[in-house]
């Protein structure tokens, strides 16, 4: 979907301009998105299949829900509105533990500049499986892993991608100390 985000400078500040999605894909501008990554009590991460129609790694078993900030969207209000549209979970603000923002620079072979700072959350998820509900366009399907799987992405095919292994890595690390 092509929505209207936020153009921001490289190091993260709003310019006051907005864009189509497309637009500053195309361009190269700097955006924001969400990452928002679910895991157990019982140290499982849940990870989404993206759909084959995505522009961008379809197929790829990848974050539990991603998505960008819409143009005069707060971070948290996005946060949610992504993981209620993705996987039909309704989280409330304090249950997103914030643990970070990342710049990510990705030129893609398709032409898609992906300039983005990634606001990365963690959240306990604590309905079953069974009771969400995955919105087709973006998602092929949810599944547990081992949250063990953050740590070795190395050899894995289609199961998240080894190029930002020290990002699942730091993710893990959250995770269990959240835990602990």
């Known amino acids: 979907m092509d929505e209207l985000i936020d153009i921001l400078t490289p190091e993260g500040k709003p310019t006051g301009k907005t864009a189509l999605k497309s637009e500053a894909h195309k361009n190269g501008w700097f955006h924001a998105t969400v990452h928002i990554w679910l895991f157990t009590s019982d140290e499982k991460i849940l990870l989404q299949k993206r759909a084959l129609s995505k522009k961008v790694f379809p197929g790829l078993w990848d974050i539990s829900v991603a998505g960008h900030i819409g143009a005069g969207e707060t971070v948290l209000s996005s946060a949610k509105r992504e993981v209620f549209e993705e996987i039909g979970l309704q989280l409330e ?3 997103l533990i914030k643990i970070g923002t990342r710049i990510h620079q990705v030129s893609h072979k398709n ?3 992906d300039n983005e700072h990634h606001h990365v959350f963690i959240a306990e998820l604590k309905t079953p499986l069974s009771e ?3 919105q ?16 070795n992405t190395k050899n894995l095919e289609n199961v998240l991608l080894s190029r930002f292994h020290e990002y699942y890595v ?6 269990i ?4």
């Open 93 to 95: 603000e304090e249950e």
């Open 111 to 113: 032409g898609i500049q």
């Open 132 to 134: 969400l509900t995955i």
């Open 136 to 151: 087709k366009e973006e998602v092929d399907d949810i599944k547990l892993f081992d949250l063990s799987i953050l740590k």
């Open 170 to 175: 730091s993710v893990y690390d959250k995770i």
């Open 177 to 180: 100390e959240h835990l602990s």
